[in-house]
C-alpha cells in the first residue's frame, strides 16, 4: 500500500527535485519530531504527496530551513508546515495498521513491535483528527472482512480503500475555500486509492495465487488491468484539474501522470520502469 | 452444468473457510497466470470460478447488491464523516463520478423504450429514475444475460460506482451485440477518458507510450469491429 504515490525523479527538474526533497525531508523530520526513530521509519512518498498537494490548494506559509540528518550527512534544506504536520499524523497511523497487517499475515515479530511502539501514539492523533482516523479504522475493518469472505468482486475493496483516502485528502473542517474545495479532494483522494489499491492487487496477483492468499483480481481478465488503471488514474486527474493549485503544480502531475505508474509490473511480465 | 461442489471437489455443507481454501487451491493449479498459454488450463479455471459463485450465491440466498455501497456485510452503519450522500459508493452529493463515466447520461436511452421484456424494462426505469440498486436486484433475478442486460447492468453498477464491473459488463454487451451503436457508444465513453489522461500526460512532457500502446489496441480492434460486424 505504501509508495506507490511518488514522483519520476528523472522528469523534475532540478529546482524542482530540491522542492520534493524538501517536503520529504520535512515530513521526515516531523515524523522523527511526533515519534523519534520509529517514526521515521514510517517515512513515505505517499504522504507527501499529500503535504504538497494541501500545502499548495490552501497556499500555507512554509518555514525553510536547513538540516543534517544521519540519511544526509550534508546540510540540505526542508520544509515546514501544518500540512506535513498532518501528513505525518496519518503517516503513523496508517503505519500502524500495515505493521497489524503484516504481523497478521506473516507473523513477522518485528510487525508486532512496531505496531506495539506505534499504538501509543494513536490516542494522541485520533484527538487531533476523530474524524479521518475513525473512517480509517472503520474502512480498514470493513476490507478485512472482505479479504475473509474471499470477495471477488474488485469494486467492492476499490472503493472501500478510496473511501478511505477520499477521507483522509479532506484535511481541513473549517474555512472559507474548505467547503469548495472537499468534493474535488474527496474525488480525487477516491479514485488515488481505488488505483493504488487495484495497482497493488495487479502486482500482487502471480504471488498470492500461488501463496494461496486473497487477491480480488483472480476472476478478472488480465488484459484489461491497464486499461481499468488508466480509468481510474483520468478520474483522478480530472479531480485534481478542478482544484485551484498554486505552487509546485509540475512536481504533482509528474506524480499523477508518470510517477504512480513506476511501481506497476505490467502484466506481460516485464516490470515496467519510468514512463 | 455439472454439480458445482463436485468441480471443486468438496461435500455440500461445507464451511466458507473449506469452501474459500479449496477454491485456492484450484486456483494455484489451474489460474492462466500460472499456467501461461495453456487453454485447458483456462477453460477449467472457468469452470471453477463459475463453480464457486454458483455456491457462493447459494449460500448466500441469492445475490446480494446491499453491500455494493462498500460497508460489508453486517456492518451497516457507515458514517464517513459529512459529505456523505444518499448515492452511496460514489462521492455523494458533489459527486463527479457518474457524470465523469458517462457525459451526457440521457444520451444512452434510445427510442426503442418498449421493446425489452417486461424485466428489462423495469430495469431501465429504475437506471433512468437512478435508482441503481433496485436496478441491480431487479437484473440479477434474471436468468438470461443478454447483451441488454449488460448494458444495464454497467450502467447500474456505473451509478452505484462499481467502475471495474460496470466497463466489463459494457464491454461483454458489445462483444455479445458488436453491430449495438448505443452499446458501443457507452464503452466509448470509458475510454475516452482515458485517452483525454493519455493525451493531456504526452502534452505535458511525460511518455504515456507504456499505457497507451495496450488502449490503443482495443479502440483499433473495435474499429475492425464496425466494419466486420461479428464477434471478435
Request: with cysteine.
Amino acid at each position: 500500500m505504501f509508495g506507490t504515490v511518488r514522483a519520476n525523479r528523472k522528469a523534475l527538474s532540478p529546482e524542482e527535485r530540491k522542492r520534493y526533497d524538501g517536503a520529504y525531508c520535512g515530513l521526515c523530520r516531523e515524523l522523527g519530531a511526533k515519534a523519534g526513530a520509529l517514526g521515521r521509519s514510517c517515512l513515505s512518498y505517499d504522504m507527501t504527496f499529500l503535504s504538497m498537494l494541501l500545502s499548495s490548494l490552501y497556499n500555507l506559509d512554509e518555514q525553510q530551513e536547513n538540516c543534517v540528518c544521519r540519511v544526509r550527512p550534508i546540510s540540505h534544506p526542508f520544509i515546514a508546515n501544518e500540512a506535513l504536520s498532518y501528513c505525518a499524523d496519518m503517516n503513523i497511523t496508517l503505519a500502524y495498521y500495515q505493521a497489524l497487517d503484516d504481523w497478521k499475515d506473516d507473523r513477522k515479530k518485528s510487525a508486532k513491535q512496531k505496531s506495539e511502539a506505534l499504538a501509543k501514539h494513536l490516542p494522541e492523533i485520533a484527538e487531533k483528527w476523530p474524524r479521518q482516523c475513525r473512517v480509517i479504522k472503520e474502512k480498514l475493518k470493513s476490507l478485512s472482512e472482505m479479504e475473509k469472505a474471499n470477495e471477488l468482486n474488485p469494486d467492492l475493496p476499490m472503493n472501500c480503500f478510496g473511501e478511505l483516502l477520499g477521507e483522509l485528502f479532506m484535511w481541513r473542517e473549517q474555512g472559507p475555500d474548505v467547503r469548495d474545495h472537499a468534493p474535488a479532494l474527496k474525488a480525487m483522494g477516491a479514485a488515488l486509492g481505488r488505483f493504488i489499491y487495484l495497482l497493488d492487487a495487479c502486482n500482487d496477483l502471480k504471488r498470492d495465487i500461488k501463496k494461496q492468499r486473497y487477491n480480488p483480481l483472480v476472476v478478472q481478465r488480465r488484459e484489461e488491468f491497464t486499461p481499468l488503471l488508466t480509468m481510474m488514474m483520468a478520474e483522478c486527474t480530472a479531480a485534481f484539474d478542478k482544484l485551484p493549485i498554486n505552487r509546485d503544480s509540475g512536481i504533482l502531475r509528474n506524480v499523477l501522470y508518470s510517477g504512480v505508474w513506476q511501481s506497476y509490473r505490467h502484466p506481460s511480465g516485464k516490470k515496467k520502469a519510468e514512463a | 452444468m455439472e454439480d458445482p461442489y463436485s468441480i471443486l471437489g468438496i461435500s455440500p455443507g461445507v464451511s466458507d473457510e473449506e469452501l474459500t481454501q479449496a477454491y485456492r487451491r484450484l486456483a494455484k493449479k489451474y489460474h492462466p497466470d500460472i499456467n501461461p498459454g495453456n487453454k485447458n488450463a483456462e477453460l477449467k479455471m472457468r469452470e471453477i470460478n463459475a463453480a464457486y459463485e454458483q455456491i457462493k450465491k447459494q449460500k448466500s440466498g441469492g445475490v446480494n447488491y446491499e453491500q455494493t455501497d462498500g460497508s460489508y456485510g453486517k456492518q451497516s452503519q457507515n458514517q464517513s464523516g459529512g459529505y456523505r450522500g444518499e448515492n452511496p459508493g460514489d462521492q455523494g452529493p458533489f459527486s463527479g463520478g457518474f457524470n465523469f463515466w458517462f457525459g451526457d447520461f440521457g444520451d444512452f436511452f434510445g427510442e426503442d423504450r418498449e421493446q425489452g421484456t417486461p424485466e428489462i424494462n423495469q430495469a431501465r426505469a429504475l437506471v433512468e429514475g437512478g435508482r441503481y440498486r433496485d436496478a441491480l436486484l431487479v437484473l440479477s433475478r434474471l436468468p438470461n444475460h443478454t447483451g441488454e442486460w449488460f448494458f444495464y447492468s454497467a450502467l447500474a453498477n456505473a451509478g452505484t460506482g462499481n467502475r471495474v464491473t460496470a466497463i466489463s459488463h459494457a464491454r461483454e454487451a458489445v462483444r455479445i451485440e458488436p453491430g449495438n451503436m448505443q452499446y458501443r457508444s457507452l464503452l466509448n465513453q470509458f475510454e475516452r477518458n482515458s485517452f483525454a489522461y493519455r493525451e493531456a500526460g504526452e502534452g505535458r512532457g511525460f511518455s504515456m507510450r507504456n499505457l497507451g500502446s495496450s488502449i490503443f489496441r482495443i479502440i483499433l480492434a473495435q474499429l475492425f469491429c464496425l466494419f466486420c460486424c461479428r464477434p471478435c
